[in-house]
């Protein structure tokens, strides 16, 4: 899994309330990302960030927000206003969006609302 | 808009024996192809990519891979399995620099290799 971690690996949360997801890479990336993953789905993107103070929305962003304050750091809030948010949430970094580089992954968060 | 097919959710094969997963791709330029395993529970990790050159690219754990413009297809490939390969299989594409597509990763819906003793 590299240098990105993500905690906590299960998150138990009731419905209606927010929660925060942390995703640090200590890679030294410029972007940075936050997948869905969902049985038989394959990963969906939410929202990618290339630098400092900027991102911007992936496939299924609505419900979700993220902040980029820091080159180290991307962390994802589930809203309560995401209908399904019972997933695996991955975290993955690289050099740099938009060229040939692959994307590293961290080993992901299992978030449980009830 | 880009996107990656695994046409297989499942594959078997025995242990010792050769495996291919396949994966084809829809570009509209040239594709930077990626696949990427994941064992339960984990993230995933970046096995082999191409880019540009030479159509067999080698990767990790003795994996390789074969890209085919042709037929659009870039399927995954070891000469002899092992039980630890028993995983979950990702095949991802991004448009190149000469298309219009975007620059995300657009990832295929998996496919689980088990690898029978």
């Known amino acids: 899994d590299g240098g990105i971690t993500q905690s906590p690996k299960y998150l138990f949360r009731k419905e209606g309330q927010n929660v925060t997801l942390s995703c640090e890479q200590n890679?030294?990336?410029?972007?940075m990302y936050w997948y869905r993953q969902d049985p038989g789905q394959g990963l969906r993107l939410i929202y990618y960030?290339?630098?400092?103070?900027?991102?911007q929305k992936g496939d299924i962003a609505e419900g979700y927000s993220v902040s980029r304050e820091k080159k180290e750091s991307f962390p994802l809030t589930v809203t309560s206003a995401q209908k399904n948010p019972t997933a695996f949430y991955l975290c993955a970094s690289s050099y740099l969006a938009g060229v040939s580089n692959e994307q590293y992954f961290g080993p992901g968060t299992r978030l449980t609302v009830t | 808009a880009q996107s990656v097919a695994q046409p297989e959710d499942q594959v078997n094969v025995a242990e010792g024996n050769p495996l291919t997963v396949k994966c084809t791709y829809s570009v509209s330029g040239n594709p930077y192809l990626f696949w990427y395993v994941q064992y339960p529970n984990r993230g995933l990790q970046f096995l082999l990519k191409?880019?540009?050159?030479?159509?067999l690219v080698k990767g990790s754990y003795g994996f390789e891979a074969e890209f085919n413009k042709s037929q659009t297809s870039f399927h995954l490939k070891k000469p002899s399995a092992l039980v630890s390969d028993s995983a979950l299989y990702f095949c991802a594409v991004r448009d190149g620099p000469t298309g219009a597509g975007s620059y995300q990763l657009t990832f295929g819906k998996g496919t689980k290799l088990s690898v029978i003793p």
């Open positions: 960030s290339q630098i400092v103070n900027d991102f």
């Open positions: 191409y880019i540009t050159g030479d159509n």
């Open positions: 890679l030294n990336h410029d972007a």
